[in-house]
């Protein structure tokens, strides 16, 4: 086995649906979206695996823009689309199954969209 560096490609989110349809047809798993607020804007990470070599697709878009489903391609991204609507807000479009902001139950709605929560002091170590 031979691990080499994993890569990030930062896109657009136009050519996010393309990204992916190659990503699959060559045979690489979806292992894990994940979405982070940076700023005022919301930094969307798809990462695939294919013998033990990460490839990592980033959009980067605002509170308001609408972003394409993956899940027509990978029929589990569902989960982590219906996670990122719940969570951050963001828009999500065409999801196979859309809990229409329903998988979580949140005392407030959005919560990590505005997070204001930055503990109580340095971590323990610091």
Known sequence: MTMGADETTVIERDHLIGRVEEFNKQGYRLVQLHCTK?????EINYSFDLDYQFR???IVVDGQTE????????WGAFIYENEMH?????RVVGMNIDF???????????????P??????????E
Request: hydrophobic fraction near 30%; charge should be positive.
């Open 38 to 42: 940076v700023g005022e804007t919301y």
């Open 116 to 125: 204001t929560f930055r503990g109580e002091g340095p971590c323990p170590g």
């Open 67 to 74: 972003v394409p489903s993956i899940s027509g391609i990978y």
């Open 56 to 58: 990592n697709l980033r």
């Open 86 to 90: 719940d969570l951050f807000g963001i």
């Open 100 to 114: 229409g902001g329903n998988l979580f139950r949140t005392a407030k709605k959005n919560p990590f969209a505005n």
